[in-house]
């Protein structure tokens, strides 16, 4: 079943001779459960359609479809609520509350919304990623990997359609980035979860099950 697709999507940004095409007619579709790898060199595109893909930023023209809903039809409220219920984001820097523990940090999206935690998830997933006996700790006595773990279990926590991982091995060292990248893929297949990673890793790419190369603002 597709989970997300775009048609047409476009970005300019700037005009004459600074103007450049981010996005240019690009057109898109990802399954459920699929581990999608985004690759391209430094200003290909492939940040600009992350955020596309979140409703982070809005096109010129096209659209962004998730579970049916278009996005460019929601009013900013209603694409507030419906990407934090929907959307699971990790980040090179983690994002991380720093004044809250583990705990609270991974259920934080959830608290928002006045959702009650599933217990029994919560616990698979912390198990999966190693966190059980850091719950009670603060974000800063954690190493890098650590608090990336901590970003992913949020992300997953509220069951999104899809999770964007927006170079999340940037400042980790090789053997982190490549820890990291087989936890997301293998809680992509133990909870039935879509994953979409912006890398210039061609290592961590090949990790994937599909790879969407764009360049200069296209998919080549």
Avoid at 2 to 7: F, G, H
Avoid at 146 to 167: C, G, S, W
């Amino acid at each position: 079943m597709v989970i997300l697709k775009t048609n047409q999507l476009k970005k300019t940004y700037g005009t004459g001779e600074t103007q450049v095409h981010a996005l240019d007619e690009v057109t898109i579709q990802i399954d459920e459960g699929e581990f999608i790898a985004i690759v391209g060199s430094s200003g290909s595109g492939k940040s600009t359609l992350l955020n596309m893909l979140g409703g982070l930023d809005t096109p010129d023209s096209g659209e962004v479809i998730v579970r049916r809903k278009r996005l460019n039809q929601l009013s900013n409220d209603e694409l507030t609520i419906f990407r934090r219920r929907n959307i699971g984001f990790v980040f090179q820097n983690y994002n991380l509350v720093p004044i809250l523990n583990v705990y609270e940090n991974i259920t934080l999206p959830l608290k928002l919304d006045g959702i009650e935690i599933d217990e029994v998830y919560f616990e698979r997933v912390t198990k999966k990623l190693q966190l059980q006996q850091k719950l009670e700790q603060m974000p800063g006595n954690l190493s890098g990997g650590q608090q990336q773990r901590v970003a992913i279990a949020r992300a997953l926590l509220t069951k999104p359609a899809i999770i964007l991982a927006d170079e999340p091995t940037g400042n980790l060292d090789s053997k982190n980035s490549l820890e990291v990248v087989a936890l997301l893929k293998s809680s992509a297949y133990d909870f039935n979860q879509t994953i979409a990673v912006v890398t210039h890793s061609e290592e961590i790419a090949q990790m994937a099950d599909r790879i969407i190369r764009i360049e200069d603002g296209k998919v080549c």
